[in-house]
């Protein structure tokens, strides 16, 4: 069982459903020569591979997106915003999927408006990552320099993303965004294991970066 694996025979695992995903690995790569400040490779792809495989599924099938986030808070205007994206869709055009990258130091100016709760300004990608609706979803990856991966995973992998949990993670995203998205989810993974929100939601810590 996973949950019976050390944390490094964890990643270890983690590194090789991932590695089925030959988009996701694509994806990783071509990110890489990007120099993207603080990117990772992020959220539904990343566990939704993972379910795929462990459901005996095509490790692509029913993944929207790939979400490609970074940080760079010297400038956080429209132009440098769209100069991401334009690098982005050169970087990754021919892949069989859509790639989005974003800049997670400008979440603040539109967040609020889009979900209708207020979002402090993040100080790192990881900040980002930490406010994700669901501890499944709180997962990261990017390939360093020396072509190592580099995981970002505050609530663990035994847990929830190898087990099939989905768990509210109620600390910036409003219920309906969680009650949405695991309604999706629920369609074309049934044999997740989703939580309810709780009635009065407790705000938990996020992990230190």
């Not at 692509?60 to 915003?81: M, P, Q, R």
């Not at 049934?190 to 996020?206: G, I, K």
């Amino acid at each position: 069982m996973i949950g019976r694996l050390s944390l490094d025979e964890q990643l270890a695992a983690l590194k090789s459903v991932l590695s089925r995903n030959e988009v996701l690995v694509e994806v990783l790569n071509r990110t890489a020569g990007l120099g993207l400040p603080g990117w990772y490779l992020t959220a539904g792809c990343l566990f939704q591979s993972v379910w795929n495989v462990a459901t005996d599924r095509h490790p692509t099938s029913g993944i929207k997106d790939y979400d490609v986030f970074c940080f760079d808070n010297h400038d956080l205007s429209w132009e440098a915003k769209d100069a991401v994206i334009k690098a982005a869709d050169d970087a990754f055009a021919g892949l069989p999927a859509e790639v989005e990258a974003r800049n997670e130091a400008r979440v603040h100016l539109w967040y609020e408006q889009k979900f209708g709760v207020a979002c402090p300004p993040h100080a790192c990608t990881e900040a980002t990552i930490d406010s994700f609706a669901a501890t499944a979803c709180r997962l990261g990856v990017r390939l360093e320099p020396d072509e190592r991966w580099r995981v970002y995973t505050p609530h663990g992998l035994a847990a929830d993303v190898f087990n099939l949990v989905v768990r509210p993670n109620p600390v910036l995203a409003p219920r309906e965004v969680y009650e949405t998205k695991t309604a999706r989810w629920r369609q074309q993974w049934p044999e997740l294991t989703v939580l309810d929100w709780p009635s009065e939601a407790t705000t938990l810590t996020p992990a230190s970066t």
